[in-house]
């Protein structure tokens, strides 16, 4: 189980993993403390569609366009990680203040369907596609952690199937891509247990590949996001890596923290070449997601959700908190500094991504319980969404109580002309403990504490999951 789950997370199967003979399982003690298979974290088992969707409050009317959100949703029984289900997309068409429909469908990849073995050799199109969406180049792409993206129909949330490039795209593709708001570029990159550990690659507006630059890491490390600012990409090469022997052993996620392995970013300019890359040393950390990044003179500057460890003894542990924290790099003098902005934990981060590559004022994330350290207080923890003043220091937050848990915030702005960086909605899947029901709630997020200016009831659950984005009628083709 825990083998097969791994394969069919990667899609990679690399080191002899799909031919080692491994026998696996967890004791009844493990089942029990498997917070993916409790509370909202467990999968729902219908595929919906609903088209009266009851609205309290009201939604504003430029916001005309589709919000949808990945997770991994098991089509297969119990997953033996909490990242080993199938993708799953929630999504919640919106047109001149009205919610027209709510549907969730499966990402329809060949695992999915049963197809291929997922014991067979590894193949790009064979991952899960559970981790995030990005639209561009006119294209709605599922992504994973591994392997190719998948098209989505925005019109229905139907696959339609595999996306590579045109054959340019050598393998994986990174669940974060960042896209440059001025010119819409699209910059990414993919990473694997076996060299290449990575590589970085370019697209034009349009979707057309640019660059495949394979770059130097010093071993096969989980690298989820990367960070873009206006002249250079960022690289963290980090102590989380692939672990041949938790793999042997049956480890569903064979990631574990390496105390001898560096911690440290590579930066290089962004139409650069692995040769150009120049490496800093960090203190030893662990990042998920990065809230933004940015060039202030000689400095590159990024802001991040920092765990001082993580998946010590495996890759079940996720109960370290993260919290927000500045690493600046100067280009000149070879200086590294780490600076915590905020003592809250917190996960998820966020910006309007209009500032993306830029200096920014303001940012969002959800709230993480600092009293959330065991399996046993997983669901006595308070839910919440944050904004960030970076400029002041200041702190807003909705905080709404035990009852509610909220998922990861996207920024849609109120209009497509400049105006204040915060003049717009938040948008969250919130989960009713309650009631076991979930909403679409709209936030304005000039005004975050005081709760959604409407909420829009969903006919069925939406379980956590990872991340989403805003598809408006303007760019949709």
């Given at each position: 189980?825990?083998?097969?789950?791994?394969?069919?997370?990667?899609?990679?199967?690399?080191?002899?993993?799909?031919?080692?003979?491994?026998?696996?399982?967890?004791?009844?003690?493990?089942?029990?403390?498997?917070?993916?298979?409790?509370?909202?974290?467990?999968?729902?088992t219908e595929q919906v569609t609903q088209t009266q969707l009851k609205v309290e409050g009201n939604i504003p009317p430029e916001l005309s366009g589709l919000y949808v959100r990945n997770g991994t949703n098991t089509s297969t029984g119990i997953s033996d990680h909490f990242f080993g289900g199938d993708g799953m997309l929630h999504g919640v068409r919106l047109e001149n203040g009205k919610a027209k429909w709510y549907r969730n469908r499966y990402v329809d990849t060949p695992l999915y369907r049963k197809e291929n073995s997922r014991f067979s050799a590894p193949?790009?199109?064979?991952?899960?596609?559970?981790?995030?969406?990005?639209?561009?180049?006119?294209?709605?792409?599922?992504?994973?952690?591994?392997?190719?993206?998948?098209?989505?129909?925005?019109?229905?949330?139907?696959?339609?199937?595999?996306?590579?490039?045109?054959?340019?795209?050598?393998?994986?593709?990174?669940?974060?891509?960042?896209?440059?708001?001025?010119?819409?570029?699209?910059?990414?990159?993919?990473?694997?247990?076996?060299?290449?550990?990575?590589?970085?690659?370019?697209?034009?507006?349009?979707?057309?590949?640019?660059?495949?630059?394979?770059?130097?890491?010093?071993?096969?490390?989980?690298?989820?996001?990367?960070?873009?600012?206006?002249?250079?990409?960022?690289?963290?090469?980090?102590?989380?890596?692939?672990?041949?022997?938790?793999?042997?052993?049956?480890?569903?996620?064979?990631?574990?923290?390496?105390?001898?392995?560096?911690?440290?970013?590579?930066?290089?300019?962004?139409?650069?070449?692995?040769?150009?890359?120049?490496?800093?040393?960090?203190?030893?950390?662990?990042?998920?997601?990065?809230?933004?990044?940015?060039?202030?003179?000689?400095?590159?500057?990024?802001?991040?959700?920092?765990?001082?460890?993580?998946?010590?003894?495996?890759?079940?542990?996720?109960?370290?908190?993260?919290?927000?924290?500045?690493?600046?790099?100067?280009?000149?003098?070879?200086?590294?500094?780490?600076?915590?902005?905020?003592?809250?934990?917190?996960?998820?981060?966020?910006?309007?991504?209009?500032?993306?590559?830029?200096?920014?004022?303001?940012?969002?994330?959800?709230?993480?319980?600092?009293?959330?350290?065991?399996?046993?207080?997983?669901?006595?923890?308070?839910?919440?969404?944050?904004?960030?003043?970076?400029?002041?220091?200041?702190?807003?937050?909705?905080?709404?109580?035990?009852?509610?848990?909220?998922?990861?915030?996207?920024?849609?702005?109120?209009?497509?002309?400049?105006?204040?960086?915060?003049?717009?909605?938040?948008?969250?899947?919130?989960?009713?403990?309650?009631?076991?029901?979930?909403?679409?709630?709209?936030?304005?997020?000039?005004?975050?504490?005081?709760?959604?200016?409407?909420?829009?009831?969903?006919?069925?659950?939406?379980?956590?999951?990872?991340?989403?984005?805003?598809?408006?009628?303007?760019?949709?083709?």
């Amino acid at each position: 189980m825990k083998r097969r789950d791994f394969l069919q997370y990667s899609g990679l199967g690399a080191m002899g993993l799909a031919t080692t003979s491994v026998i696996s399982g967890c004791s009844k003690e493990e089942e029990m403390v498997k917070f993916w298979q409790q509370g909202n974290f467990r999968p729902v088992t219908e595929q919906v569609t609903q088209t009266q969707l009851k609205v309290e409050g009201n939604i504003p009317p430029e916001l005309s366009g589709l919000y949808v959100r990945n997770g991994t949703n098991t089509s297969t029984g119990i997953s033996d990680h909490f990242f080993g289900g199938d993708g799953m997309l929630h999504g919640v068409r919106l047109e001149n203040g009205k919610a027209k429909w709510y549907r969730n469908r499966y990402v329809d990849t060949p695992l999915y369907r049963k197809e291929n073995s997922r014991f067979s050799a590894p193949k790009p199109e064979n991952n899960t596609s559970a981790v995030s969406l990005i639209y561009h180049g006119d294209k709605l792409l599922s992504l994973g952690e591994f392997g190719y993206p998948y098209e989505i129909d925005p019109t229905d949330l139907s696959t339609k199937g595999l996306f590579n490039y045109e054959g340019k795209l050598p393998g994986n593709m990174t669940a974060h891509p960042r896209i440059d708001p001025h010119t819409g570029e699209l910059l990414f990159f993919g990473y694997n247990v076996m060299a290449p550990y990575l590589t970085y690659m370019r697209a034009d507006a349009s979707g057309k590949m640019l660059q495949v630059e394979p770059i130097t890491m010093s071993g096969p490390g989980m690298v989820h996001d990367f960070a873009v600012t206006k002249n250079y990409v960022v690289f963290m090469d980090m102590p989380v890596r692939f672990s041949l022997f938790a793999a042997a052993t049956g480890d569903a996620l064979p990631f574990k923290w390496d105390n001898s392995a560096p911690c440290r970013f590579g930066v290089m300019p962004r139409t650069g070449s692995n040769a150009d890359i120049k490496w800093f040393d960090v203190p030893p950390c662990f990042i998920f997601h990065i809230m933004n990044s940015f060039d202030q003179g000689d400095e590159v500057v990024v802001d991040a959700a920092r765990y001082d460890r993580l998946w010590v003894k495996n890759s079940h542990d996720f109960f370290h908190p993260a919290h927000l924290s500045r690493f600046s790099m100067n280009m000149k003098t070879g200086q590294t500094s780490v600076t915590r902005l905020h003592d809250q934990p917190m996960e998820f981060p966020t910006v309007n991504r209009q500032r993306w590559t830029e200096e920014y004022r303001y940012g969002y994330s959800l709230l993480v319980d600092a009293k959330n350290d065991t399996p046993e207080l997983m669901h006595k923890a308070e839910g919440g969404i944050r904004k960030y003043d970076m400029q002041t220091g200041d702190v807003e937050s909705w905080l709404p109580g035990l009852q509610y848990e909220p998922g990861e915030t996207f920024f849609v702005p109120a209009s497509e002309s400049s105006g204040a960086e915060d003049e717009g909605y938040l948008l969250s899947y919130v989960y009713d403990k309650h009631t076991e029901t979930s909403a679409l709630c709209i936030f304005d997020a000039t005004g975050l504490a005081a709760g959604p200016i409407a909420k829009i009831q969903l006919p069925v659950r939406v379980p956590v999951g990872f991340h989403g984005v805003w598809v408006p009628d303007s760019v949709m083709s």
